[in-house]
């Protein structure tokens, strides 16, 4: 069965500061992994990776994967309350009707304080 | 919004009663998901579907079926509601097989059960 485990589970930080979210996964057929944030409705879409050590980045996010230790970052420099959210991460499968197919995390509730 | 719609967006309904929720998209897309999302959750999948009448079970099924009889439509139903069902339920849809990109959601339904 797909795993995916996020930590830390909440975060409380002021604004400026930077912050890192971790996801670790395991996934028998392993696609793609997303990053998502939500803000009391649907997740919206941030980032996928697909190949390890390669940054993606969009302003003050980052994120990254590491194939090999079966894991993600997720950084954001600079904090603003504008990015208090839940920071979801999930990983699509690959294999024949589970196909597309995504499995979260728990989440991390991250709270900007100003 | 990639064409999706959900509806009823909020229902209370009471324990036992029969519930039915309306997924519909209008591009087309073979792959259809529906997840619940629960404080400390995440989001879980409960029933997927690959196409017209073919469906499949995800990690939190019990309680629930599934239904697509066209293309654009993925209905859930809770036979009997229960208390535990009270959640926010989301729809979501990816692209067509071998085409790796995001997973597009609706808005979700916020269903009660008292």
């Known amino acids: 069965e797909d795993k995916v485990v996020q930590s830390p589970l909440s975060l409380v930080v002021h604004e400026g500061d930077t912050v890192t979210l971790n996801c670790s996964y395991e996934?028998?057929?392993?696609?793609?992994l997303l990053w998502y944030k939500q803000e009391k409705k649907a997740p919206t879409f941030l980032f996928m990776l697909?190949?390890?050590?390669i940054e993606k980045k969009s302003g003050r996010l980052s994120s990254i994967l590491d194939k090999k230790e079966l894991f993600s970052i997720l950084n954001i420099t600079a904090t603003q309350t504008g990015d208090s959210a839940v920071y979801l991460c999930?990983?699509?499968?690959?294999?024949?009707?589970?196909?597309?197919?995504?499995?979260f995390g728990q989440g991390t509730i991250l709270t900007v304080h100003p | 919004d990639a064409g999706i719609t959900q509806s009823p967006r909020h229902k209370v309904t009471e324990t036992g009663t029969p519930v039915t929720l309306r997924c519909h998209q209008t591009e087309n897309h073979r792959y259809m998901y529906w997840y619940r999302q629960d404080p400390g959750h995440g989001l879980r999948l409960i029933h997927y579907?690959?196409?017209?009448?073919?469906?499949d079970k995800g990690e939190v099924s019990d309680g629930y079926s599934v239904s697509r009889s066209k293309t654009e439509d993925f209905l859930l139903t809770l036979e009997s509601a229960t208390s535990s069902q009270t959640s926010v339920y989301f729809c979501a849809i990816t692209p067509r097989q071998g085409s790796n990109t995001e997973a597009f959601f609706g808005q979700g339904t916020r269903l009660t059960v008292v």
């Open positions: 999930a990983v699509r499968n690959a294999g024949g009707t589970s196909y597309g197919k995504l499995t």
């Open positions: 697909t190949s390890s050590g």
């Open positions: 996934v028998t057929n392993f696609r793609s």
């Open positions: 579907s690959y196409g017209v009448k073919d469906t």
